[in-house]
């Protein structure tokens, strides 16, 4: 295939508006740059599969080879490169995750790892380290099976190709946005909603090899649809908000604009000669390995410091990304890739090593737990140990809309009716599990009703797919359930009513974006708590005692990160003034004596009158910077009334 320049000069577009967005830039629809990347290596891959059958020559064995080529060296590199980072910065529990990465990347699975274990626009997000690499384990899922289906047409009906995988995208991206709106993590992270985008990249690179009529339109015309696609890149990484239900529909800007510059960017046109421009043909070059670098130099800034960085630190990150990037490409890239320099042999004995140090290191550092006892003096490496959540978590607890049926919820510890329920969201599981603690010695067992980010919206809408409806229906089964005597009720209000503050901290943000509807964010607010004043009313009309958790106190950093850099004094390690955590609290405390409910003031475990503790006793009172450990909620419920 002829060297096309405006292909590397859009993929630069595609990794610039990636590091833009992951650097903090004001760019909202920056991730979209790996949708573009998709659609370019579809593409590309799909016009050498089409020239190699054409010429007799196509070999899976040698397609393969190139991939590892293209792919495995620079990789391993930068992983590699990433252990003594992350075993310098990492927390015990963060350096552990790090290893299981790292095993996962061997196979090629870390978007599985990353669809189960975190959200791409998690709070945590940026400081995982090996994030981006769900993208490469898309593209090379794919790959496993594409060159086979192709040559299976090929021999079979090959004319049919264009249209099939047209057709195929077409399918894909309907699937894709109902995926994308039902299991939206899901569909970010996996091959199945994913795969129409490089499908689309395939079937131009089909009508093109195919010659097809349309694609020799008149230069103004081929000029216009390049502008258009051009406009349809910038619109959506300018304008598209982080939350859109992508890669569905919201997607169909980047991915068709990308698939019309590569059918109709001909020399002649601004657009062709834009992207042809020098500097932007040189960071396409290096785009790959400034992809790989960008992410885990951001992360190892983060994670070696406390406050957020500033925008100029992030500035000089992003240059080191470019210029690791551009030593990466030259002395690693390219020998790689040309046989005459690197034989089939050399290479995968090089190859070879590099894999087997990756899944060795990620297995130990999994297997060892992130070695707290090796990296920490044994008082600290004991309260990272306490760092743990309820062992009833992943099976109690999920998104509303895969959430347990109220009738098959989690009823635990003993084999008893029910007497108490807890209910809520994510703030619920541990006081759940450490409440059921207490109940057992009565011979009595709990109910666990919780759906993860899903506020009480009963009488106003959830950003959160099915929140409504898991709370309508958990709140008319507890009406109905005779034998519950008591509910508590446990919501992280102050994430629903103002946002994360983990961002934001030592500042007080002032966000809802769990809270859909019309109105200002007042407005929504009084909705918010008219919800909860509605549960807690026909909880009570139901005959059940409500108890009402007051807010947890949110500590800005992962207790890690406290337990990382703060002094642990005689078992105890502070964190927020209480005075932040009343103020953003003021709200909810404020009004919570006009329910008429019992009121379980969680503050009063974790803080005295100056300051919030993230550790007592030694003890890790928190798992993450705002949901309670299983030690910390058993501080909380220690005293609760049960009668």
């Known amino acids: 295939m002829k060297y096309r320049?405006?292909?590397?000069?859009?993929?630069?577009?595609?990794?610039?508006?990636?590091?833009?967005?992951?650097?903090?830039?004001?760019?909202?629809?920056?991730?979209?740059?790996?949708?573009?990347?998709?659609?370019i290596s579809g593409y590309l891959i799909t016009s050498i599969l089409l020239r190699e059958m054409t010429e007799g020559r196509f070999s899976l064995a040698?397609?393969?080879?190139?991939?590892?080529?293209?792919?495995?060296?620079?990789?391993?590199?930068?992983?590699?490169?990433?252990?003594?980072?992350?075993?310098?910065?990492?927390?015990?529990?963060?350096?552990?995750?790090?290893?299981?990465?790292?095993?996962?990347?061997?196979?090629?699975?870390?978007?599985?790892?990353?669809?189960?274990?975190?959200?791409?626009?998690?709070?945590?997000?940026?400081?995982?380290?090996?994030?981006?690499?769900?993208?490469?384990?898309?593209?090379?899922?794919?790959?496993?099976?594409?060159?086979?289906?192709?040559?299976?047409?090929?021999?079979?009906?090959?004319?049919?190709?264009?249209?099939v995988l047209t057709l195929f995208c077409i399918l894909g991206l309907v699937a894709a946005e109902m995926w994308a709106r039902s299991t939206p993590d899901a569909a970010f992270y996996l091959l199945h909603a994913r795969a129409w985008e490089?499908?689309?990249?395939?079937?131009?690179?089909?009508?093109?090899?195919?010659?097809?009529?349309?694609?020799?339109?008149?230069?103004?015309?081929?000029?216009g649809l390049a502008a258009l696609g051009a406009v349809g890149i910038v619109a959506s990484l300018a304008l598209m908000s982080p939350q859109a239900a992508v890669p569905g529909v919201a997607a169909l800007g980047v991915v068709g604009g990308t698939a019309l510059l590569l059918l109709f960017a001909r020399p002649g046109g601004s657009v062709h000669w834009l992207l042809s421009w020098s500097p932007l043909v040189g960071i396409g070059l290096i785009s790959y390995s400034a992809y790989l670098w960008h992410q885990p130099v951001f992360a190892f800034t983060r994670l070696a410091l406390f406050e957020p960085p500033s925008p100029?630190?992030?500035a000089v990150a992003t240059a080191l990304t470019f210029l690791l990037a551009w030593a990466t490409?030259?002395?690693?890239?390219?020998?790689?890739?040309?046989?005459?320099?690197?034989?089939?042999?050399?290479?995968?004995?090089?190859?070879?090593?590099?894999?087997?140090?990756?899944?060795?290191?990620?297995?130990?550092?999994?297997?060892?737990?992130?070695?707290?006892?090796?990296?920490?003096?044994?008082?600290?490496?004991?309260?990272?140990?306490?760092?743990?959540?309820?062992?009833?978590?992943?099976?109690?607890?999920?998104?509303?809309?895969?959430?347990?049926?109220?009738?098959?919820?989690?009823?635990?510890l003993i084999n008893a009716p029910p007497t108490w329920a807890v209910y809520g969201d994510s703030h619920g599981v541990e006081i759940a599990y450490a409440l059921a603690e207490r109940l057992k010695r009565r011979g009595e067992s709990l109910v666990h009703l919780t759906a993860s980010s899903c506020p009480p919206a009963i009488g106003f809408p959830s950003t959160m797919e099915g929140c409504e409806t898991w709370n309508e229906q958990s709140l008319r089964w507890l009406e109905q359930a005779e034998r519950i005597r008591a509910v508590m009720l446990v919501w992280r209000h102050n994430g629903y009513l103002f946002g994360e503050n983990a961002d934001f901290y030592p500042e007080l943000p002032n966000e809802t974006h769990r809270l859909g509807g019309e109105g200002s964010l007042e407005e929504k607010r009084d909705a918010y708590w008219r919800g909860v004043a509605q549960i807690a009313a026909r909880?009570?009309?139901?005959?059940?005692?409500?108890?009402?958790?007051?807010?947890?106190?949110?500590?800005?950093?992962?207790?890690?990160?406290?337990?990382?850099?703060?002094?642990?004094?005689?078992?105890?390690?502070?964190?927020?003034?209480?005075?932040?955590?009343?103020?953003?609290?003021?709200?909810?405390?404020?009004?919570?004596?006009?329910?008429?409910?019992?009121?379980?003031?969680?503050?009063?475990?974790?803080?005295?009158?100056?300051?919030c503790y993230g550790v007592l006793d030694g003890q890790a009172l928190y798992f993450d910077h705002n949901h309670l450990s299983v030690l910390g909620a058993r501080r909380v419920v220690a005293d609760l009334p049960l009668d």
């Open 312 to 314: 100029g630190l992030m």
């Open 539 to 611: 909880l009570q009309a139901a005959g059940k005692r409500v108890v009402l958790a007051a807010p947890t106190p949110e500590i800005g950093r992962g207790v890690g990160e406290w337990l990382k850099r703060g002094e642990l004094e005689q078992g105890r390690l502070a964190t927020i003034d209480r005075d932040y955590y009343e103020a953003r609290s003021r709200f909810v405390r404020d009004r919570m004596g006009g329910l008429g409910v019992d009121i379980m003031d969680v503050a009063q475990h974790l803080c005295d009158g100056e300051r």
């Open 62 to 163: 040698r397609f393969y080879e190139r991939r590892a080529r293209r792919i495995l060296p620079a990789l391993l590199v930068v992983v590699l490169a990433c252990l003594p980072f992350a075993w310098v910065l990492m927390t015990p529990d963060q350096l552990a995750a790090f290893g299981l990465s790292l095993a996962a990347l061997t196979v090629f699975a870390t978007n599985f790892l990353f669809w189960r274990e975190s959200g791409y626009f998690s709070p945590d997000a940026d400081q995982i380290a090996l994030l981006h690499t769900w993208s490469l384990a898309v593209e090379e899922q794919f790959y496993l099976l594409f060159p086979l289906i192709i040559l299976g047409f090929w021999r079979w009906r090959r004319h049919w190709i264009p249209v």
């Open 5 to 39: 320049p405006e292909i590397d000069g859009l993929r630069a577009v595609a990794v610039g508006a990636v590091i833009a967005d992951h650097a903090g830039a004001p760019l909202p629809g920056g991730f979209l740059g790996v949708d573009v990347f998709f659609v």
């Open 329 to 412: 490409w030259r002395w690693v890239e390219q020998p790689f890739r040309d046989p005459m320099t690197m034989s089939l042999r050399r290479g995968a004995e090089r190859l070879g090593a590099g894999a087997g140090a990756v899944l060795i290191s990620g297995g130990l550092l999994f297997v060892g737990g992130g070695f707290a006892d090796l990296r920490y003096a044994p008082g600290r490496a004991a309260a990272f140990a306490s760092v743990q959540h309820s062992p009833m978590r992943d099976a109690c607890h999920d998104q509303p809309d895969l959430a347990l049926a109220p009738e098959q919820a989690c009823r635990y």
């Open 198 to 223: 490089l499908v689309a990249g395939a079937a131009a690179a089909a009508w093109t090899h195919r010659g097809a009529s349309w694609l020799s339109a008149p230069e103004r015309v081929a000029h």
